[in-house]
């Protein structure tokens, strides 16, 4: 079940929010650059993290799935923001140059149906970068916060989940290395920068980077039914008297 849109907004208006939202964006503009004259869709609840790329991008849109609601984004400006389902996202065939995958697969029912409509909608030459909760990090068992729901991936899980829709992963990093306690957020520049030099694999999520295989359509082996043979010759078995096709004389 995924969490409601009130709570993952009354989550990022707090100072463990806001620390959150700083981490990830720093990690997706070192990655993505300012996505310049590009088309960017965030999927999930990705929009806290969208703000740093409305500036260049030719582009910004936000599809938000059914189970969880939709608000209204931008506030300032007119919305840029839809509801839509999992499996059936409203766009058009490689649409998306750039995808951010926020609290979408934790929560998702079907994770390989929904990054197999990423890939319907990302363009050939087109990067998704998909956060999730990292399964050996603190974030992952702190059930306050939107990040200690659903289902946590490694490295390796996440990899795989990718390729078996099609989408090879490139590269990936690490991010929020604060404790999820409320009264650390403050610190939380200070534990980003020593987490990833001293203690690199507790990281309380997990970034990874993929981009679109042209051969996505894999083939299932089919079970074929082989057909017997049928001998021409039938071996008489032992101990049994052959029976004669001679016509008994009258």
Not at 140 to 164: C, K, M, V
Not at 208 to 221: C, G, H, L, N
Request: glycine share 8%; hydrophobic share 45%.
């Amino acid at each position: 079940m995924r969490r409601d849109v009130l709570e993952l907004r009354q989550f990022y208006a707090t100072p463990l929010g806001r620390a959150a939202r700083e981490m990830v964006s720093r990690k997706v503009l070192e990655t993505w650059g300012d996505a310049r004259d590009l088309d960017v869709l965030g999927l999930g609840y990705a929009t806290p993290l969208l703000g740093a790329l409305t500036a260049s991008a030719r582009r910004v849109v936000a599809a938000m799935p059914a189970q969880q609601g939709v608000e209204l984004w931008p506030a300032e400006r007119r919305n840029l923001v839809c509801l839509a389902e999992e499996d059936g996202l409203p766009f058009q065939n490689a649409f998306f140059d750039r995808i951010l995958a926020v609290h979408a697969l934790e929560e998702s029912p079907d994770p390989v149906r929904l990054l197999r409509e990423v890939w319907r909608v990302l363009s050939p030459t087109g990067r998704v970068v998909v956060v999730t909760a990292a399964r050996n990090g603190l974030w992952a068992n702190a059930e306050r916060t939107p990040f200690g729901h659903g289902r946590p991936y490694t490295r390796s899980q996440l990899a795989d989940l990718l390729r078996e829709a099609g989408l090879e992963p490139t590269g990936w990093t690490r991010a929020l290395y604060v404790p999820p306690v409320s009264w650390l957020a403050n610190w939380a520049e200070g534990f980003e920068q020593a987490g990833s030099r001293l203690w690199p694999g507790f990281a309380g999520l997990v970034l990874t980077e993929a981009v679109k295989e042209s051969f996505a359509i894999k083939a299932r082996p089919a079970r074929v039914r082989a057909a017997a043979p049928r001998p021409g010759l039938a071996p008489v078995p032992v101990n049994r008297t052959p029976v004669s096709r001679t016509p008994e004389p009258r």
